[in-house]
């Protein structure tokens, strides 16, 4: 009963909004002082679940590189790219985005997209390219439909395409429940083939979608009513270069 404590010291954190890695620590060292276990014993814990999901790190390389990489021009390369790509659309790239982030995160490969490392200096940049050259007047409004809609493309197709593969840890937390509580045996690869209708209908439902956002897009254009030009707004920390001898507050976007 007494180790409950530990949880009520986790929500007592979160509600106080505190720092999330903190208030877990001490939620564990609370709850490994009061089941018993030495000091030392606690920290030894500690060290091998770091080790054992050491991978969970990783971010803190990949971030920084992926913000060098922006630093170096990686979004203009990206749009000047689709400039080549004439008869691609934001909508048809979405749509064939939406189809890879699926495959692949059905194969296992669910680290390769996201918004960090592909939808903000890739996707949005491509599908941004696209969308600005068949609507010159490109609007802030239109911008953020855009936006939203490769955020939605990236999330469906990672969320109904990891399914499929029997190693993620969603299947594995379900079978592990389920035989756990209810003394079942359930297959993994049971599972994950029954998630397959499942992917293939939220594709079919939100490719469309991703193929009507030209439309959209032309439709909002024509209607107006958002006079700001998003190529005159330099976004805040947005990468910029200066002509020579310019003016430091005329930053022109590169």
């Known amino acids: 009963m007494w180790v409950l404590l530990a949880v009520a010291i986790v929500v007592i954190g979160f509600a106080l909004r505190l720092n999330a890695m903190l208030v877990v620590a001490i939620a564990g060292i609370a709850a490994g002082l009061i089941s018993g276990m030495s000091p030392v014993k606690i920290i030894e814990t500690f060290g091998t679940g770091f080790?054992?999901?050491?991978?969970?790190?990783?971010?803190?390389?990949?971030?920084?590189?992926i913000g060098l990489l922006e630093r170096h021009g990686l979004m203009q390369q990206a749009g000047r790219l689709m400039s080549k790509m004439k008869s691609m659309t934001a909508g048809k790239l979405l749509t064939v985005y939406l189809a890879v982030r699926q495959i692949t995160a059905a194969l296992g490969l669910s680290s390769i997209g996201g918004p960090a490392q592909a939808v903000r200096p890739l996707v949005v940049p491509m599908a941004e390219a696209a969308a600005r050259r068949n609507h010159p007047r490109y609007t802030r409004k239109m911008r953020e439909t855009l936006r939203s809609y490769a955020s939605s493309a990236d999330t469906i197709g990672l969320f109904f395409g990891e399914d499929v593969f029997i190693a993620i840890g969603s299947i594995l937390l379900i079978t592990g429940f389920v035989d756990a509580t209810y003394n079942l045996k359930l297959e993994a690869l049971q599972i994950a083939l029954w998630a397959i209708p499942t992917a293939?209908?939220?594709f079919l439902i939100h490719a469309p979608r991703m193929w009507l956002l030209d439309r959209k897009l032309a439709r909002m254009a024509a209607e107006g009513g958002d006079d700001i030009d998003v190529d005159t707004t330099v976004e805040p920390g947005h990468t910029v270069s200066l002509p020579s001898g310019g003016n430091p507050e005329q930053g022109i976007r590169e």
């Open 200 to 202: 293939i209908c939220a």
């Open 51 to 65: 080790a054992s999901s050491r991978s969970v790190t990783v971010f803190v390389v990949v971030l920084p590189v």
